[in-house]
């Protein structure tokens, strides 16, 4: 009895051993493959799970389905963390060599590690085949591009520097909702009218949240030159100006909320909008789903407005999906990128996102009136990347910059951020 | 010889599974984790070129490093001090014979049984930041609540949102959770020690201070040395509590290196991160290979 339990034990290991070297050794699939003959599944990974962005993801998927019966999408969403956790997922999967057939990455310099990495398909070629370079602005297109290849399919843009306002709350206060600040100083008078009334002037949560308020304020006080020179080195990270602009953020922080750091995400402090416990609350567009979501209507129950001092500008960031390199069905991916790419999957998605579409041909005569200012906007304003999005900077320059962000939250010491930051330009920039 | 084999061959064979899997998935992937901390793969990029020690150096010289072994030293010491105090307190009255000391156990060892990350999710909310006579004070909610209104409300304060002593607030869960464990092996301690002993000391006179302070706590030290050693190496790798209660992994003030790794992963930067998680192996091991070594003496004995 005792001898074959010990054979069994031996067999097990010895079958363990075998599988934990089996798995890396898949044929590539053939790439050339057309996608209007894919068949099988096709595993899309997002972070996407819950809310707005769900609902989205499943709109997109339907017309997915229509485009392609013959594929079955398999939903690898992985939720949380603005998808922090989703990337440690993908990162594990992406070095394991087992990718899923599409991934979504934030467009600009987040997509670059990927690229670095050799992990992404040029997908130039596909850009041709469906006559995409055409339908998407050229902005958005000129900061996809990477030597002249292209890597991903953008599903969505956002816009970053808009602050959005309970209209109650600043009526109450004196703050005439319809005539927005337009200068940092006009808006910190605005905010110390909220303060007097015994409202919090300005909602903000986590890390990240405060590192998108903080690029915002660099991007009024320092000027559109000024802060894209902040990632490719124009400006002077040592400089006076900045100085004056990291101020300017402490005073920003002055009048926010207390306990932003106990905030779990971004909705908490919305929400602290949405119930008039705040009067702003600067924040990706992203609101403005949740604020439908809720039943609010615009203009009654909140206002927005550009981050005063960043009118005419868009803080851009867009989500866009690639093609793995080794990914397991990669005409099925194909499919998945041009509906994502194709107008009537863009109208799909974005109407329910809350975004506008990156596709221009997309129908978007029922958006609602932000969606269609968005796109008014995007159309006419000076475009410039988001820092907090990994629009502007690679993700362990964000991550730096961000302990120094979260760092000054607590002892509001100007000279040691601006060292933070300086030192770690320098330590990133090329 | 086939005798030879026949006498350990068996024993062998049944270690065989473990040893296997524990030098692959254990000691092999640590060997290869300290080859990573060698080289300078700093971005998702694939690269190997070896740099020597120069990460290492590179993290002692960060003051963000050195702010997170402050902290964890902060932590460590509140934790261990807390959960011996209450572990030591609770023992010794149960010890006493009480009244309802299987319900009293219960209690105090219950804590233990919930998961760092399910109890976390409930600290979060009553370690909130916000105090009653704060700018949106309305919203209040937690301890803060709870002390505002039995008239504490002094004792408000901003838990682990607090600059230099936040990490200390994030230990109180962490002592709540496993007083109770300390308090069983304390407990176990006291029940090891024979009552003719306690006898022999009161006949010869002993006050109750003595008894404890000459006869008790000399024969509770191997119970206290296990609780320091236990307690401080899940100290030095808390990092599951923190990320339940702190929303946002990048949070300066309650950055300890568990942390710190998780942020330089995510960001890519697997030589850092393989770093830092060496350096806590080696603070970790610097905790628990004295102590094997004392007790693999103390069985040869």
């Known amino acids: 009895m005792r001898r074959s339990l010990t054979l069994i034990a031996a067999a097990a290991t010895l079958g363990l051993t075998l599988a934990g070297c089996g798995g890396s050794g898949q044929a590539p699939a053939d790439s050339a493959a057309p996608a209007s003959e894919a068949t099988g599944e096709v595993g899309v990974f997002t972070w996407w799970a819950d809310g707005s962005e769900k609902a989205g993801l499943d709109a997109l998927v339907d017309v997915f389905k229509a485009d392609y019966p013959g594929l079955t999408f398999d939903n690898l969403a992985v939720a949380g963390g603005a998808g922090s956790q989703a990337k440690s997922v993908l990162a594990a999967q992406l070095k394991a060599g087992t990718p899923p057939d599409s991934f979504q990455a934030h467009a600009g310099a987040e997509l670059q590690d990927y690229i670095d990495a050799d992990q992404l398909e040029d997908l130039t070629g596909f850009y041709a085949e469906n006559k995409l370079t055409d339908q998407f602005p050229k902005d958005l297109v000129d900061r996809l591009t990477v030597d002249g290849k292209i890597y991903s399919v953008p599903s969505n843009i956002h816009r970053s520097n808009v602050v959005w306002a309970n209209v109650e709350v600043l009526k109450k206060a004196g703050v005439d909702p319809n005539k927005p600040a337009d200068s940092l100083e006009g808006w910190f008078a605005d905010m110390d009218k909220i303060k007097a009334s015994g409202k919090t002037p300005l909602a903000v949560a986590g890390t990240w949240t405060q590192t998108q308020l903080f690029e915002n304020v660099l991007l009024s006080s320092l000027g559109v030159d000024g802060y894209n020179g902040l990632w490719d080195g124009q400006t002077d990270w040592k400089g006076a100006d900045v100085t004056k602009a990291i101020e300017a953020y402490k005073k920003t922080l002055s009048y926010t909320n207390s306990d932003r750091d106990s905030l779990s995400d971004w909705a908490p402090a919305t929400q602290l909008v949405e119930d008039g416990a705040a009067a702003y609350n600067l924040m990706g567009d992203w609101a403005e789903a949740k604020f439908a979501q809720d039943g609010k209507k615009a203009g009654s129950d909140y206002s927005y407005f550009p981050m005063p001092g960043t009118a005419g500008v868009f803080n851009f960031l867009a989500d866009s999906f690639t093609l793995p390199v080794g990914a397991p069905n990669p005409a099925g991916a194909k499919a998945w990128l041009s509906t994502i790419g194709s107008a009537e999957g863009q109208t799909a998605f974005n109407k329910v996102k809350g975004s506008i579409p990156a596709n221009t041909t997309a129908k978007t005569d029922d958006f609602s009136d932000y969606q269609k200012s968005a796109i008014k906007d995007f159309s006419q304003d000076k475009i410039v990347s988001s820092l907090a999005h990994g629009a502007a900077v690679p993700v362990a320059w964000l991550n730096e910059l961000s302990t120094a962000v979260s760092k000054f939250g607590g002892d509001g010491n100007v000279a040691a951020l601006q060292d933070a930051a300086a030192a770690t330009a320098e330590k990133f920039a090329k | ?301």
């Open chain 2, 1 to 301: 010889m086939l005798r030879r084999v026949k006498h350990w061959g068996p024993g062998l064979l049944l270690l065989a599974p473990t040893i296997i899997l524990v030098g692959v998935f254990v000691y092999w992937l640590i060997i290869e984790n300290f080859r990573v901390s060698l080289t300078n793969q700093h971005t998702a990029k694939p690269s190997n070129k070896y740099v020597g020690f120069e990460n290492y150096t590179n993290l002692l010289a960060d003051p963000n490093f050195q702010h997170s072994l402050w902290n964890l030293l902060i932590l460590t010491i509140v934790f261990l001090g807390g959960t011996l105090i209450f572990g030591f307190l609770w023992a010794w009255m149960l010890d006493k014979p009480a009244k309802g000391e299987g319900f009293f156990r219960a209690v105090y060892l219950f804590p233990m049984s919930v998961s760092f990350i399910a109890s976390g999710v409930v600290w979060r909310w009553l370690l909130s930041s916000l105090q009653t006579d704060q700018p949106g004070g309305e919203r209040t909610t937690g301890l803060n609540r709870l002390l505002d209104s039995v008239g504490l409300g002094f004792m408000q304060n901003d838990w682990w949102s607090n600059p230099t002593w936040g990490i200390a607030a994030i230990a109180v869960p962490a002592i709540w959770q496993l007083s109770g464990y300390v308090m069983a092996l304390f407990l176990a301690g006291f029940r090891g020690i024979p009552e003719e002993l306690r006898e022999a000391a009161r006949i010869d006179g002993c006050s109750e201070w003595k008894l404890y302070r000459h006869v008790i706590f000399p024969q509770l030290n191997p119970v206290m040395l296990s609780a320091v050693i236990i307690i401080g190496h899940m100290s030095l790798k808390l990092f599951d509590l923190i990320r339940a209660i702190v929303p946002d992994a990048n949070t300066y003030d309650v950055q300890v290196p568990a942390t710190m790794m998780w942020v330089k992963y995510i960001g890519s930067d697997y030589a850092d991160a393989a770093a830092i998680g060496m350096i806590l192996l080696v603070l970790v091991a610097l905790v628990v290979v004295p102590y094997l070594m004392y007790t693999s003496r103390a069985e040869k004995r």
